[in-house]
């Protein structure tokens, strides 16, 4: 096993759970979450910080500040405590209390927007308040919407990882936030192995690939305004899943022991439903990205008055305890 000395040296980039035996989904789940800040965004947030640093926009006496449902602050305030920077993230009401802590707990300041934007997101509010701070330069925004040190982190890591496990791969699920994971596959894999379908997955109701704007209630995927890292001409196909997909995805992996992140759900969804909509005349090689695990949802996606109250259903885990026989 590996020693380090920082956290963000630490990443398994290299597990993946055969979901078929378990569930019939014939996919390989990559493991995006075992790290030390339990997410995907440590790659992006670890190439942005070491990028900003090396250029010397971010130095001694430095403020980070980012928009972040969540995942990227928890990364971002992981690194800037290893590197000794201040970290103020803005969120909303929608990023979870377990992420908030979290960043709280790493030294970071929280701060949230509970005003929504005219697509009635939060991310234009978010964004607002961001560059009110930068009016004052010593805040540094690394801005994951924009800044291509995010897909390259995925071209450079993830991509490659997958590649080298699955040389025949035919098709890969990528769900879209910022499109920094789906960007550095979709352009790996134009370059190295350009029969491989990418697929990208997103959330009814999000406006990344020109859909119509609505209520979202699961954090990380999809967008209230297009991520200006998208080039949509790289991606192969597009799939949008409903949310309550997403929940009833998310409880059949957890009633298999595997609790995944709201995000997973919509990627498996996603992926099952394009595979059986597109089949192949042999086995295919289908591999779909989960960023992160369930833990930090707890409160919400795997909670039953939360469940009850956005989605009008209970988690099938006690329901199912209490049908048990005595
Ligand atoms: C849980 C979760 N899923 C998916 C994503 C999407 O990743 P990306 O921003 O690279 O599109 C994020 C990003 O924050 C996330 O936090």
Redesign the pocket.
């Known amino acids: 096993m590996p020693i380090i000395t920082a956290p963000q040296d630490f990443n398994v980039n290299d597990l993946y759970v055969d979901l078929r035996p378990s569930t019939g989904i014939p996919l390989f789940l990559k493991c995006e979450g075992f790290n030390f800040a339990g997410?995907?965004?440590l790659k992006?947030a670890r190439r942005m910080i070491l990028a900003a640093e090396q250029d010397g926009v971010l130095g001694p006496g430095s403020v980070i500040v980012e928009s972040?449902?969540?995942?990227?602050g928890v990364a971002l305030s992981v690194i800037a405590a290893d590197r000794g920077h201040r970290f103020v993230c803005v969120t909303d009401p929608r990023c979870n209390e377990a992420s908030a802590n979290l960043m709280r707990a790493l030294g970071a300041r929280v701060l949230v927007v509970r005003e929504p934007d005219a697509a009635g997101g939060y991310l234009g509010s978010r964004i607002a308040l961001v560059r009110e701070l930068c009016a004052d330069e010593r805040y540094f925004w690394p801005n994951?919407y924009a800044n291509p040190n995010?897909w390259r982190a995925?071209y450079e890591e993830t991509a490659p990882a997958v590649h080298r496990q699955f040389p025949d791969l035919d098709v890969l699920f990528?769900?879209?936030?910022?499109?920094?994971?789906?960007m550095g596959c979709a352009r790996y894999f134009r370059e190295h192995r350009p029969q491989v379908a990418v697929v990208a997955v997103d959330a009814v109701g999000s406006v990344t690939f020109g859909g119509r704007p609505a209520r979202r209630m699961i954090?990380?995927?999809g967008t209230s305004a297009r991520?200006e890292l998208l080039d949509a001409s790289l991606v192969d196909d597009v799939v949008h899943v409903r949310e309550e997909d997403t929940v009833r995805t998310a409880h059949r992996l957890s009633a298999r022991g595997l609790l995944f992140?709201?995000?997973?759900g919509t990627v498996v969804a996603g992926a099952e439903g394009w595979l059986a909509e597109h089949p192949l005349d042999r086995e295919p090689v289908a591999v779909a990205l989960s960023?992160?695990f369930g833990e930090r949802y707890l409160d919400t996606l795997y909670e039953d008055s939360w469940l009850r109250e956005h989605f009008g259903i209970a988690a099938p885990g006690p329901d199912l305890i209490e049908s048990l026989p005595t």
């Open positions: 997410s995907v965004k992006a972040s449902s969540g995942n990227l994951q995010n995925h990528v769900g879209a936030g910022t499109t920094g994971t789906l954090p990380g995927l991520p992140g709201g995000s997973t960023p992160d």
